[in-house]
Structures are given as structure tokens and as C-alpha cells.
T-cell receptor, first 113, second 112 residues
Framework: DADVTQTPRNRITKTGKRIMLECSQT?????MYWYRQDPGLGLRLIYY???????NKGEISDGYSVSRQAQAKFSLSLESAIPNQTALYFC????????????FGAGTRLSVL | GDSVTQMEGPVTLSEEACLTI???????????LFWYVQYPGEGLQLLLK?????DKGSNKGFEATYRKETTSFHLEKGSVQVSDSAVYFC???????????FGKGTKLTVNP
């Protein structure tokens, strides 16, 4: 089984809908991250969390929210999806040692129509 | 702020050709430098890293040397294989920080 699991892998939704992307990890890491990947733009950080009680905004947090339900689970929500949120979303984790090495899930491809 | 610039792709090579993907950075201090690889349909995974000037990171036949004088960290491989087809990302972090700054990625396709 994958160490970092994202669900769903693909999702199509309509403008204005609320949607949640989920991430779970079995690596025992305390740090978790959400990124989005757009063609030609690389990866951009949306939110990150150092532990259950610590949530931080990244580079592009507007229009997104997150929830750290447990050390192993970190969810990303789009409260009211819009077409320019169509992208590939990645969850990643890192440990308190070697914290600059991140481990990524396989991604969720989201299309907002 | 810190930034990473890597060569535009896509790059298409024949099997056994030599590969260089250029990466330069702008950062204060002494960042750590990384190459991540994303195989089709998968998430990113660390390929190699270097933490100080003149360090050479290596893995799976790939190498990159941290050049502070030219602020570069070019990825090289002497003989590519079809299985190397992927998107390669250069990245940096400051002082072991968990916040990574990524380049835009370079897609490599290796033909038989």
C-alpha cells in the first residue's frame, strides 16, 4: 500500500459546488502539505500543517481551506469551486528529522466545469 | 524571494543519449538543493539532493553538483533509458526548512 494516499484520484465537479480532497499517510510524519500543479507553473503550496493544532497558509490559499483531523489525515476543501481551480492536487508529508525531504501522494486530478 | 529557474521543455532524446537539464536559483544564504522526479501517473519523489557548495548528489545514474559561484544545480546523466521518461523538478529549501520552492518542471521523453 502507498505511504501517502489521496482520494479521490479523479473528480469532476461543477462551479459553485463544495468539494473535499482527502489525504492519509502511514509514514508517521507530523508535517503535511497540499500543493497544486498547473502546466508550466510547477508546484505551488496551498496550505501546510506541522501538527494537528498547527495550520499555515501557503502561497495560494485563497479559495481553499484545510482540516487536520488527526496526525495521519489532512483534508483540502474548496468551499465554492471555480473553473480556475482545475488542476492536479498533491498531498505530501515530511518528518521532523529530514524535514526538507517530502513524500508525495499520487495526486488528485480535479476538473471544475 | 527565493526562486528556481529550470530549462524549458519538453526534452526528447534517444536511448543512450546524454542528458543535461539546467537549473539555476536565486536565494539568500545557503539553501539546500534538490531534484525531484515525477513518473507518469505518480507523485513526485526525491531523486537527489545536495546541502552545501561543491556537494554532488547522485542516484540512479543521475548526478548534480551544487555550484555556488554560478548558483546552479544542473542534472546530468550519461546514458538515458526509456524508463527515465518523466518530469523533473529542481527545488530549494532554506536551512533544512520544510518549505520547498519548485521550478516549473522539465518533461523528458526518451525514445527507444
Amino acid at each position: 500500500d502507498a505511504d501517502v494516499t489521496q482520494t479521490p484520484r479523479n473528480r469532476i465537479t461543477k462551479t459553485g459546488k463544495r468539494i473535499m480532497l482527502e489525504c492519509s499517510q502511514t509514514k508517521g510524519h507530523d508535517r503535511m502539505y497540499w500543493y497544486r500543479q498547473d502546466p508550466g507553473l510547477g508546484l505551488r503550496l496551498i496550505y501546510y500543517s506541522f501538527d494537528v493544532k498547527d495550520i499555515n497558509k501557503g502561497e495560494i490559499s485563497d479559495g481553499y481551506s484545510v482540516s487536520r483531523q488527526a496526525q495521519a489525515k489532512f483534508s483540502l476543501s474548496l468551499e465554492s469551486a471555480i473553473p480556475n481551480q482545475t488542476a492536479l492536487y498533491f498531498c505530501a508529508t515530511s518528518g521532523s528529522t529530514g524535514r526538507d525531504i517530502q513524500y508525495f501522494g499520487a495526486g488528485t486530478r480535479l476538473s471544475v466545469l | 524571494g527565493d526562486s528556481v529557474t529550470q530549462m524549458e521543455g519538453p526534452v526528447t532524446l534517444s536511448e543512450e543519449a546524454c542528458l543535461t537539464i539546467n537549473c539555476t536559483y536565486t536565494a539568500t544564504g545557503y539553501p539546500s538543493l534538490f531534484w525531484y522526479v515525477q513518473y507518469p501517473g505518480e507523485g513526485l519523489q526525491l531523486l537527489l539532493k545536495a546541502t552545501k557548495a561543491d556537494d554532488k548528489g547522485s542516484n540512479k545514474g543521475f548526478e548534480a553538483t551544487y555550484r555556488k559561484e554560478t548558483t546552479s544545480f544542473h542534472l546530468e546523466k550519461g546514458s538515458v533509458q526509456v524508463s527515465d521518461s518523466a518530469v523533473y523538478f529542481c527545488a530549494l529549501s532554506q536551512g533544512g526548512s520544510e518549505k520547498l520552492v519548485f521550478g516549473k518542471g522539465t518533461k523528458l521523453t526518451v525514445n527507444p
